[in-house]
């Protein structure tokens, strides 16, 4: 058998002004052919799953692309269209299986829907080639997606520990499937409801209970697979939203019941998954009553992760302002600020005026630095292997990288975007995040993968940035309404087909 496997995720914020080209994608994962099959060989991701598969299957294997960016504004469309092609010139010479990472939650300047627009044109070549979808939690699913696919699985964790438990789930349904063992068919339910990312953590209530449904189903004879899908809710589209797929053996009752016991489930606890937000003084306060460390102070309206500046320094100016003490932060992107602190070297003395540097059209915000003191005590070249159980084992950089020390507070400025999820971003830099008393990550709910161990306590800084979740201040034109929460009186008929929603 000649296998491809292939990775194309970009989880898109319309709201965010970075940029997203080819060089974005470069940055974090841009690789073709054995580049590729070296890079993620032997790590707990979704190609080293299908890596691992199709080695154990014998197959020759090829690999046209592993792509994935950092979250950010919508691709131009040279980008999506020649990571697409690079897949689709592949397709075109015969192969006889597809095995696909792709987040779902892509949107590009082309299309509202990056995965099954490439999707589509797969099967335009090749109409009855089998194929198998690996989708990220935070995926928006599409009618094109589920009926261009054989199979689709998703992501049971978030923070994302489970990438090759999904891929791997996804790879040997496909091969069953071409042994002649089963039939999958698929039941899809989508839910007018777009929740907060931050009541979306899977080992917190309501998608705990949720996730055990799914496994609970997974147990029942004839069901291959069962998911959940949070959504993306800053991926404005037609498409956002949450979603249940099922999976199962030739019985399409059998799934559509699952699919719509779960999808009722979720509906009725929607109240559960909108974040009521705090004043940040108070939240601040709070921290400074707390004696025991380290105190996780999130930064999350300017994650990176969910397409954020992670420039924004509206929190970091409080937490300095309210005299708090022992502070790490991770981390702040300013290629400049790091260039400044690497011509003046370490030991070195310097003002500078940090972060602040992009415009947030979308939030009617300009950037605004903050003037900081304060000495040079490290410098490196930001590269580092994720430990941690989230993309363990890969090798990941954060650019040009410098650590100011102001006193009360070290920061890490890096050049290249990374949301702080695994400690390797303060090892790295010669800092121990578990003797700190306070760490200010500008992260969601990834953080737990490195630091849920370490915390003594987390508290949620409502700042600044383009990953609020104030909806409020957010202009949704393409969202399909009506949808909860921002329509609070809309129902939800779990028999209804996802596109007349």
């Not at 091969?175 to 899977?202: E, F």
Request: charged letters at 20%; one cysteine or more; a negative charge.
């Amino acid at each position: 058998m000649r296998s491809l496997i292939a990775m194309l995720m970009h989880e898109t914020n319309t709201f965010s002004p970075i940029p997203t080209n080819l060089q974005r994608f470069k940055e974090w994962s841009g690789l073709t052919g054995t580049d590729a099959l070296s890079f993620y060989r032997d790590t707990r991701s979704a190609m080293g799953a299908f890596l691992d598969l199709t080695e154990q299957w014998g197959d020759e294997i090829v690999c046209p692309v592993a792509a994935e960016a950092m979250p950010s504004a919508p691709a131009d469309a040279e980008t999506y269209d020649y990571l697409s092609n690079l897949i689709l010139e592949e397709v075109q010479k015969g192969v006889d299986r597809i095995l696909l990472a792709l987040h779902g939650a892509m949107i590009t300047e082309n299309t509202l829907d990056g995965e099954g627009t490439l999707l589509k044109r797969i099967r335009a070549i090749a109409p009855d080639i089998p194929i198998a979808v690996a989708h990220d939690f935070h995926a928006n699913i599409t009618t094109s997606t589920v009926e261009n696919c054989t199979v689709l699985t998703g992501y049971k964790t978030y923070p994302h520990t489970d990438l090759y438990e999904t891929a791997h789930k996804a790879g040997s349904i496909l091969y069953d499937t071409m042994q002649g063992q089963c039939n999958p068919v698929m039941a899809w339910r989508k839910l007018p409801l777009i929740s907060h990312t931050l009541k979306q953590g899977t080992d917190d209530e309501p998608f705990k209970s949720f996730i055990s449904l799914c496994r609970a189903a997974e147990r029942k004879t004839g069901v291959l697979s069962v998911s959940i899908f949070g959504g993306f809710p800053l991926a404005d589209s037609p498409y956002t939203g949450t979603s249940v797929v099922v999976v199962t053996d030739n019985d399409d009752r059998l799934a559509n019941r699952i699919a719509t016991d779960i999808a009722e489930a979720c509906w009725a606890k929607r109240h559960l998954q909108i974040y009521q937000q705090t004043p940040l003084n108070q939240q601040i306060q709070k921290a400074k009553e707390l004696t025991e460390g380290p105190v996780i102070l999130l930064d999350h309206c300017d994650n990176c992760g969910s397409g954020g500046t992670q420039d924004v320094m509206t929190v970091i100016r409080e937490v300095m302002e309210a005299g708090l003490k022992d502070v790490a932060v991770a981390a702040v992107w300013d290629p400049e600020a790091v260039a400044i602190m690497q011509t003046a070297g370490m030991g070195a003395d310097v003002t500078l005026h940090l972060g602040g540097n992009t415009d947030m059209p979308a939030i009617q915000q300009s950037g605004q630095p903050l003037e900081v003191q304060g000495k040079v005590i490290n410098l490196t070249d930001g590269c580092f292997r994720i430990d941690g159980p989230m993309y363990q084992g890969l090798e990941v950089c954060m650019g040009p990288t410098a650590v100011l020390d102001t006193g009360k507070m070290q920061i890490i400025v890096i050049s290249r975007h990374i949301e702080p999820w695994d400690p390797g971003v303060f090892h790295s830099v010669g800092i121990a995040p578990e003797q700190k008393r306070y760490l200010l990550l500008k992260s969601r709910i990834h953080y737990r993968a490195g630091f849920a161990d370490i915390a003594r306590h987390t508290l949620l800084l409502d700042g600044d940035g383009v990953t609020t979740s104030d909806y409020q201040l957010l202009n949704f034109s393409q969202l399909k309404r009506p949808i909860f929460p921002l329509d609070p009186l809309c129902s939800f008929e779990p028999n209804t087909s996802p596109d007349s929603l």
